[in-house]
C-alpha cells in the first residue's frame, strides 16, 4: 500500500529535491547565463564519473511540494534549469506546467533514458552508454552534449549525432577529471570535424556552484 506522499511523487506533485541554487550556467548553448537549478534526486544511470553521485538514491531527497519549488524558483529568476540525477525519472509535466504559469523559461539537462515528460524551452541531451535515449529525446533534443571519457568517446559521439534532429547543436565536452588529458584531443577532433563545438564546464573554472 503505497503512502499519500509516495502518491504525490508518482502523480509528480512532489518530487525528491536535492538541492536548489541561482548561479550562472556553465555549460553548453547558455553558458554565462544566470539561471535557477533545480536538482532532482534520482538516477539509476549510473556513470562511473559521474559528478553527483549523491543525486542518485531518490530516498534521502526530501519529497517537496511542485508549489514550493516554484514559489522558491520565481524569487530568483525566469530562467530555470532542471537537473539530477535523472529528471526524467519523474512526471516533469506537473512542475513544468506550474513554471510555465510564471512565464519562466525552462530547460531540462537528462540522459535522455526515460519517457519525455513536461515542456520544456531547451532540451539538453547528454546521452549514456548504459541506457540510450527516447527516440523521442532525440527528435527534440535542442544541444547534444557528449561527455569525452577517453578516446573511443568519438565514436560514440558521431552514432549519436547521427540519432538528433538536424537543427541540434553538437557538443564535446571533457570529463572534469581528464579535461588536461582529452582537451588536446577534443580541441583537434573539433577542427577536424567542425559541425561539433566544445563545451567546457566554465563554472568550475569560475568556482561557482
Not at 510564471?102 to 515542456?119: F, P, R
Request: proline fraction near 6%.
Amino acid at each position: 500500500m503505497q503512502t499519500e506522499t509516495q502518491q504525490l511523487v508518482n502523480k509528480g506533485e512532489m518530487l525528491p529535491l536535492m538541492e536548489e541554487f541561482y548561479t550562472i550556467q556553465g555549460e553548453g548553448f547558455h553558458k554565462g547565463t544566470a539561471a535557477y537549478f533545480i536538482r532532482i534526486g534520482g538516477c539509476d544511470v549510473g556513470c562511473h564519473w559521474c559528478d553527483v553521485k549523491e543525486s542518485w538514491n531518490a530516498d534521502i531527497h526530501p519529497p517537496t511540494n511542485i508549489d514550493t519549488i516554484v514559489e522558491n524558483a520565481d524569487k530568483y529568476s525566469k530562467t530555470i534549469v532542471i537537473t539530477g540525477g535523472e529528471p526524467l525519472t519523474w512526471d516533469m509535466g506537473p512542475l513544468t506546467q506550474k513554471l510555465k504559469e510564471k512565464d519562466m523559461q525552462i530547460h531540462i539537462e537528462t540522459s535522455g533514458a526515460y519517457k519525455l515528460t513536461g515542456t520544456w524551452d531547451w532540451i539538453c541531451l547528454s546521452p549514456k552508454k548504459i541506457k540510450l535515449p527516447t527516440p523521442e529525446v532525440y527528435e527534440k533534443a535542442h544541444e547534444l552534449k557528449v561527455i569525452i571519457y577517453n578516446k573511443n568517446d568519438f565514436k560514440f559521439a558521431e552514432e549519436q549525432a547521427e540519432k538528433v534532429n538536424n537543427n541540434c547543436i553538437l557538443y564535446l565536452q571533457p570529463e572534469w577529471s581528464k579535461r588536461d588529458k582529452m582537451m588536446p584531443q577534443i580541441v583537434e577532433y573539433v577542427m577536424q570535424n567542425p559541425k561539433w563545438k566544445v563545451s567546457l564546464q566554465t563554472h568550475k573554472y569560475l568556482n561557482i556552484p
